[in-house]
């Protein structure tokens, strides 16, 4: 009796083992499933340069702004070219219409103090057509007035 007993112990603790492996796998297809990051649109790359009166302006921030959908950023090098981002980690903006905004600070450590009139930012009368197979490299030239 003794032997029959440990045998069913045996397949008892099987049977355990096995539907600790099942449900493990389970909870981990569930965690995949949920974690999932989203998909991304079709991007485009976007490339760019900023000239303000006739020079590069560095360390401008860039907007593209659709009239639906995520905001494409980007900020210039210190030879005014900028590459737009779709999200921290991604290159790209969707193809579309977008109004610009073009921004720079006249000293970071003082927020508000805005270089560029209204024109480029706030009220911005600047636009780009985004479209798809084909090259989007926009160039501004702004003045200071």
């Known amino acids: 009796m003794d032997g029959e007993n440990i045998g069913k112990d045996r397949v008892m603790k099987i049977i355990s083992f096995e539907k600790k492996i099942v449900c493990c796998l389970l909870v981990l297809a569930g965690l995949t499933g949920c974690s999932g990051g989203q ?77 560029l009139p209204a024109k480029y930012n706030e009220k911005s009368t600047l636009s780009a057509d985004v479209k798809t197979d084909q090259e989007n490299d926009f160039q501004f030239e702004l003045t200071s007035k």
């Open 39 to 115: 998909s991304l649109p079709d991007l485009t790359s976007v490339t760019g340069s900023v000239i303000l009166d006739g020079s590069p302006l560095p360390s401008a921030n860039v907007l593209f702004q659709p009239q639906q959908g995520k905001t494409a950023f980007a900020m210039t090098d210190e030879n005014g070219k900028f590459e737009l981002m779709y999200n921290q980690d991604t290159t790209g903006a969707t193809p579309g219409s977008y109004t610009v905004k073009i921004s720079k600070e006249k000293n970071p450590e003082e927020p508000g103090n805005e270089l």
